[in-house]
């Protein structure tokens, strides 16, 4: 992304934080009846696109959750944010360690986490984590529950190729071909985490749970509701994925369009690394 982008993205959500969305300003009246009676109401992104954010937003105020769990904070941030109030996006950001996660600017999401006074449950993977996944496979690297979530299982050769083919694609067709089942293990690994982070949720909490993750880990054809349904097919779910410029992968119960922002060329990256 642009630093020019950066900043529009900076400036945006510096106004919406002083103006609250409204309920039904972005989200169709049917799909927030949708969401308010469901379990666990799973909301995808694409992460750098702040109008995603404000859906987001207003979902929260709409579903009024028991906990929200979240792709971007680790297991040990939650815990320290339940420790110490967060008064400011300043004492946030030093809280859950944001500048070192690589996600995009806290900014955007500060109106995300001030939507709720839920619990916060962190589902993100330790990079430690993700390297085990890479090297030893996702079962190894998740433990003692990876039978229970399915990852000591292969997926079918057509599931994995589809995978593969689309790490490749989201990579900019720069990935070497041996890394590609790496890849798709650290995926399955992120769903696995995010899904345990869920269910424990859901058992502390009784609900609504409300998830904030990206599209590829919300999609109801191959991510989290893939592992809800085995693991406890009796909750009711329900996920919002959201679209930019009318392109979205994968299938969701609903899906909201927001305009294209304007970014970097990802695969400029790739390029000045060959």
């Not at 028991?66 to 792709?71: L, N, T």
């Not at 619990?119 to 993977?125: Q, S």
């Not at 996702?138 to 190729?161: F, K, N, W």
């Amino acid at each position: 992304m642009t630093r020019f982008a950066i900043l529009l993205c900076v400036l945006s959500f510096t106004v919406s934080a002083v103006r609250p969305v409204q309920a039904g300003e972005l989200i169709p009246e049917d799909v927030l009846t949708a969401m308010q009676d469901a379990d666990v109401v799973i909301l995808g992104e694409i992460h750098d696109n702040p109008r995603h954010h404000l859906v987001q937003t207003e979902a929260l105020g709409v579903i009024a959750p028991s906990a929200v769990v979240w792709e971007m904070v680790t297991e040990e941030g939650a815990q320290r944010l339940a420790q110490t109030a967060a008064s400011n996006p300043e004492e946030l950001s030093r809280i859950l360690r944001w500048a070192e996660s690589g996600w995009p600017p806290l900014s955007m999401y500060y109106p995300v986490f001030q939507a709720s006074d839920a619990p916060v449950y962190g589902a993100m993977v330790p990079r430690t984590a993700a390297r085990a996944a890479m090297e030893k496979g996702a079962a190894t690297a998740l433990g003692a529950d990876a039978a229970r979530y399915g990852l000591t299982v292969p997926l079918s050769p057509e599931d994995q190729a589809a995978r593969e083919a689309d790490q490749l694609a989201a990579h900019c067709d720069a990935l070497p071909v041996e890394m590609l089942p790496q890849m798709v293990s650290i995926q399955r690994l992120r769903d696995a985490v995010l899904t345990r982070a869920i269910l424990r949720a859901e058992e502390e909490t009784d609900g609504p749970i409300a998830v904030i993750t990206g599209n590829g880990h919300a999609r109801t054809d191959r991510g989290i509701p893939t592992f809800l349904s085995r693991l406890k097919p009796g909750l009711k779910v329900f996920v919002l994925g959201q679209s930019e410029g009318g392109v979205i992968d994968g299938t969701f119960d609903a899906v909201i369009d927001s305009p294209e922002i304007v970014r970097e060329d990802p695969c400029k990256a790739f390029e000045t690394q060959n």
